[in-house]
């Protein structure tokens, strides 16, 4: 007689979850870790994972996206959960009438505070599409900034002997592709880690005395007027851990604001 071998069924991968700080029968907000895409993206074609799917898995549902987080930017991301609700939310976004507070780490000493008005061109998704996207007028963009705290740094970028970085909070009025990002490059300021739009040598003392990997902008805030209650809702978003860890770390070389 022979003996039988039993199959014993192969453990499937824990399903991935995202942490929701807010859900009622209309919207859903969670916290987007860095490198997450918001959906599926023809520019990213490897990528499987996005928040989007990975969210509609985790509550049972279809969700609406209704603004955009860059994929390395982390923090406050919201959906609704049907159609009216996302077609009246984003008409808040188009007449930017939601409130929205970044946290960002840039180059150099920036002012107590101020305000960015620079018209910024329509980024082409493709190549083909650049002519085209060049004939347009570039569209009204707003930022406004404060500096919360400075930082010199003891370490060389290859030009100076210390460094110095500020933390802002950025308030954009208005939410052109990469708006922030492209606002404070064009001021001097790029943030630390913004591989597109910043500096490799900031971006590389960063990674080799600070451990850090990422770009360092992240949503913290959102105010909207509900779309069912039309109560005014605030959503808040604690800071993903690698960049609170790395906030304590720079709290040693913290300057006072001059």
């Given at each position: ?8 069924p192969e453990?499937?991968?824990?399903q991935e979850?995202?942490?929701i700080?807010?859900q009622d029968?209309?919207?859903v907000?969670?916290?987007k870790p ?10 990213d074609r ?10 509609r ?5 279809w969700?609406y996206p209704v603004?955009r ?17 996302a077609?009246?939310?984003?008409q808040?976004?188009e007449?930017?009438?939601?409130e ?9 000493f ?6 960015i008005?620079?018209?910024?061109n329509e ?11 060049e ?16 930082y ?8 100076f002997e ?8 950025l308030?954009?009025?208005t ?13 001097s ?6 591989v597109?739009h ?10 080799t ?9 992240a ?5 909207l007027?509900h779309p069912v209650?039309n ?17 304590n770390?720079?709290?040693?070389f ?5």
């Amino acid at each position: 007689m022979t003996s039988q071998q039993t199959d014993y069924p192969e453990h499937e991968p824990e399903q991935e979850t995202l942490d929701i700080i807010y859900q009622d029968e209309y919207l859903v907000a969670i916290q987007k870790p860095a490198g997450l895409l918001v959906h599926k993206s023809p520019i990213d074609r490897h990528e499987k994972r996005y928040a989007m799917k990975i969210l509609r898995n985790q509550i049972g549902q279809w969700v609406y996206p209704v603004h955009r987080l860059d994929k390395p930017t982390s923090g406050l991301l919201l959906f609704t959960l049907d159609k009216e609700s996302a077609k009246q939310v984003s008409q808040q976004f188009e007449q930017h009438s939601i409130e929205k507070e970044y946290l960002a780490i840039v180059r150099g000493f920036t002012k107590t505070e101020g305000t960015i008005d620079y018209p910024l061109n329509e980024i082409a998704v493709f190549k083909h599409l650049e002519k085209s996207v060049e004939q347009k007028e570039a569209k009204d963009s707003i930022t406004h900034y404060k500096t919360l705290k400075q930082y010199i740094l003891p370490y060389s970028d290859g030009h100076f002997e210390k460094c110095r970085y500020s933390l802002v909070k950025l308030f954009p009025k208005t939410g052109r592709k990469h708006q922030i990002r492209r606002h404070l490059k064009h001021i001097s300021h790029p943030i630390v880690g913004d591989v597109k739009h910043g500096r490799g040598e900031h971006n590389r003392l960063f990674k080799t005395h600070m451990d850090s990997h990422r770009l360092l902008l992240a949503a913290q805030t959102m105010t909207l007027t509900h779309p069912v209650t039309n109560e005014r809702l605030n959503l808040e978003c604690p800071l993903e851990e690698n960049f609170q860890q790395l906030l304590n770390r720079l709290n040693q070389f913290e300057q006072k604001i001059i």
